[in-house]
């Protein structure tokens, strides 16, 4: 068996100061997850590599380790894995055909991701596994001059839009690259999309990167393979046992915007259970980012999926 999982870790930075603070971070992180024992953890929220192998050298034996090119905040998503890494590929640039998107109220658009997601390659189970690590723009607006409200409920609406569209963007881009992975040969072919989609299993941006519509776990059209299983990935979101089908608070409301998604050389091998979203139960945050400076542990839980060895 092997235990492949995605974690949004918060701004896991090296501090300026506040040693304490850090420290406490990375024991509840570090507890998390040794509890867990992925084989295989998308990450996401690094800041300095050197934060990273901070948290790595807590979790004892032997890890791999690969990171992306951080966006403008300095953070960045990558892999952390106790097999060894092969084919790594960042995943920045919009596809052919997708125009630059407006982001800002310059106009300046842009065509690539803002954080660029990372595919790598593992052997584990019998068999290949194809994994991208993405991280999408978030829902949180932030207005100009690095504001996170406004009263101008014009400038709220604009900036949405801009937010919306990169997300979608971004969700494109990623389906893209798992397009080209999966070659039509999703049934033989096991790949896998994890990260902070930034949205729930229903959200528009969120069903981009499935692919051939109709047959969502859970569903008559699951059981029933067809011709666009080659080309589907499944979001496993329904496998996760419904009280803990969350993986952040947001304004007391649980959400699931942490997602792992499957084709269906993965998929049609799991049963409900196999899918699991651990570690404590966070607090509720609200549309200040800085509300948690020097919390220890990560404002989103983890998910993770156990693969069965290949017969």
Known sequence: MVVLGTWNLENLFRPDGGAQAYDAKLAALASTITTLSPDVLAVQEVGQPEALADLVARLGGEWHTELAAPDGRGIRVGFISRLPLAGVEQVADFPDKLRPVQVDDTGAPVSTMGRPALH???EAAGRAFDLVSCHLKSKLLTFPGGRFSTSDEGLRARYAVYALNRRAAEAATVRDYATRLLDGQGDQRAVLVLGDLNDEPEAATTQILLGPPGSEIGTGGFTQPDQGDGQRLWNLAPLIPAEQRYSRIYQGRRELIDHILASGAVARTLTEGDV???????????????????QPGSDHRPLV????DRP
Do not use: L, M, Y
């Not at 651990?278 to 948690?292: E, F, K, L, M, Q």
């Not at 999926?305 to 069965?308: G, K």
């Open 120 to 122: 790598v390659r593992v």
């Open 276 to 294: 699991t979203s651990g570690g404590a139960t966070p607090a509720s945050i609200g549309d200040n980012p800085h509300a948690r400076a020097d």
């Open 305 to 308: 999926v156990e693969v069965a």
